[in-house]
């Protein structure tokens, strides 16, 4: 059984400053783990994946994530908010090869001129 | 790259009909993928298949089916539209044994009247 917890559904920062989107996971294996985001009436687009590989990921536009199994967190980082990283975050755990997830509820992330 | 095509991105149906949401892709993946996305509860799984003749429920199947006769397409069908079957729907996909992430589809946003 797997099973993933977004901590925040609403983060708000202001431009420039430092982003910090929490997600805990469960699973009864080794998972793979992801990050998506959603803009407004938008499909999801994959921002980063952890596949067992180095624990510190990077991503598309700036973000990055830390996989820590001690802590069963990978949580979503960006040093410096743009406007438009307003959007929906999703976080996701999968059984590695199949591809079966499991989805957070989604953190809506504003971010303030 | 991967295209995963959903042809109606709004569709409005009334309560009793039977419904079809198509899903095609171009590159021969074998996973195929329905989710559901209701404000609140992130994206749910409806069912899922691994390949031709495989199909699986998810965790919201009921009033819901697919049949996979070739790699392309994974149809899902609604057997008689509810109100609580008014929801935005995705499909994605993804090569066997390569969780690098879903390849999501544009999204359906379906209202049961």
């Known amino acids: 059984a797997q099973s993933v917890t977004q901590l925040d559904s609403h983060v708000s920062v202001s431009e420039g400053t430092p982003v910090l989107l929490r997600c805990n996971y469960s699973?009864?294996?080794?998972?793979?783990l992801f990050w998506y985001v959603q803009h407004p009436n938008k499909g999801l687009q994959l921002l980063l994946k952890?596949?067992?590989?180095?624990?510190l990921v990077k991503g598309i536009n700036g973000f990055e994530a830390e996989f820590k199994k001690s802590e069963t967190s990978f949580h979503l980082t960006k040093p410096s908010a743009h406007m438009s990283d307003a959007a929906e975050y999703f976080c996701?755990?999968?059984?590695?090869?199949?591809?079966?997830?499991?989805f957070g509820d989604g953190t809506t992330l504003t971010v303030k001129p | 790259d991967v295209k995963v095509t959903q042809s109606s991105r709004y569709l409005v149906k009334r309560t009793g009909e039977k419904v079809f949401l198509e899903c095609v892709q171009d590159?021969?993946?074998?996973?195929m993928f329905w989710y559901r996305q209701d404000l609140g509860h992130g994206l749910r799984l409806i069912h899922y298949?691994?390949?031709?003749?495989?199909?699986n429920k998810g965790e919201v199947s009921d009033g819901y089916s697919v049949s996979r006769s070739n790699t392309e397409d994974l149809p899902l069908t609604l057997e008689s539209a509810a109100s609580s079957q008014t929801s935005v729907y995705f499909c994605?996909?993804?090569?066997?044994?390569?969780?690098?992430?879903?390849?999501f589809g544009s999204g359906t946003r379906l209202t049961v009247v």
């Open positions: 952890y596949t067992s590989a180095a624990t």
């Open positions: 994605a996909t993804l090569r066997r044994g390569h969780n690098y992430g879903y390849t």
């Open positions: 298949s691994y390949g031709v003749q495989d199909t």
């Open positions: 590159m021969d993946h074998e996973n």
């Open positions: 996701v755990v999968s059984d590695t090869n199949a591809g079966k997830s499991t």
């Open positions: 699973s009864s294996y080794s998972p793979s």
